[in-house]
Nanobody
Framework: QVQLVESGGGLVQAGGSLRLSCAASGRTFSSYAMGWFRQAPGKEREFVAVISTSGGTTTYADSVKGRFTISRDNAKNTVYLQMNTLKPEDTAVYYC????????????????WGQGTQVTVSS
């Protein structure tokens, strides 16, 4: 498993941007597919985006497609989530997650999780 630490959350006005980062420990980061999930108050955790081990394949939830971009830097053991044109409904705790090898959009498929970072979008 890898240990994950998210950063970059905060308060932003609607239409603004934030970039989340997730730093991973360990030497095998490049062998993990990385995902971002979010959980709003009173709601279930939902899939946001996932990226393959090489970064060549990405998948997004329909609600963020065209606004969010997931990327990774395997040399820095870091995955990013660039969030543009933010909306109040994007308000949630955002979690970084890792799973060996193949991508998935299902949270139960991910074995390692960060502690989460709060994103709040004001209207």
């Amino acid at each position: 498993q890898v240990q994950l630490v998210e950063s970059g959350g905060g308060l932003v006005q609607a239409g603004g941007s934030l970039r989340l980062s997730c730093a991973a420990s360990g030497r095998t980061f490049s062998s993990y597919a990385m995902g971002w999930f979010r959980q709003a108050p009173g709601k279930e955790r939902e899939f946001v985006a996932v990226i393959s081990t090489s970064g060549g394949t990405t998948t997004y939830a329909d609600s963020v497609k065209g606004r969010f971009t997931i990327s990774r830097d395997n040399a820095k053991n870091t995955v990013y989530l660039q969030m543009n044109t933010l909306k109040p409904e994007d308000t949630a705790v955002y979690y970084c997650a890792a799973r060996p090898r193949t991508i998935s959009t299902v949270s139960a498929a991910f074995s390692s999780w960060g502690q989460g970072t709060q994103v709040t979008v004001s209207s």
